[in-house]
Nanobody, 117 residues
Framework: QVQLVESGGGLVQAGGSLRLSCAASGRIFNFNSMGWFRQAPGMQRELVAGITSGGSTDYVDSVKGRFTISTDNAKNTVYLQMNSLRPEDTGVYYC???????????WGQGTQVTVSS
């Protein structure tokens, strides 16, 4: 059984920072890709940032230059460093991962990020 457990969400003022973590556990030895999605109230879930096992990264335009995705492969953990947060960054952030040998995408339970103006 593979599990993704997120942490690090919370309430922060605009301009502040948060760091999200997502730890993967179970029968895994590496990952193909990991990413962070967010869902604001009444909106569809969108990809915020992604990273491949080779280290390639991708970001939605609205977070470029403010957010950084990284991994600790030894800990099977992906991070999202969020700086210069804006109220429009508010939402539930979900970790997502694709692992070799599995034919499904795994999701975390979500962590709330609220940015006050």
């Amino acid at each position: 059984q593979v599990q993704l457990v997120e942490s690090g969400g919370g309430l922060v003022q605009a301009g502040g920072s948060l760091r999200l973590s997502c730890a993967a556990s179970g029968r895994i030895f590496n990952f193909n890709s990991m990413g962070w999605f967010r869902q604001a109230p009444g909106m569809q879930r969108e990809l915020v940032a992604g990273i491949t096992s080779g280290g390639s990264t991708d970001y939605v335009d609205s977070v470029k230059g403010r957010f950084t995705i990284s991994t600790d492969n030894a800990k099977n953990t992906v991070y999202l460093q969020m700086n210069s947060l804006r109220p429009e960054d508010t939402g539930v952030y979900y970790c997502n991962a694709v692992f070799p040998g599995y034919y499904t995408t795994f999701w975390g339970q979500g962590t709330q990020v609220t940015v006050s103006s």
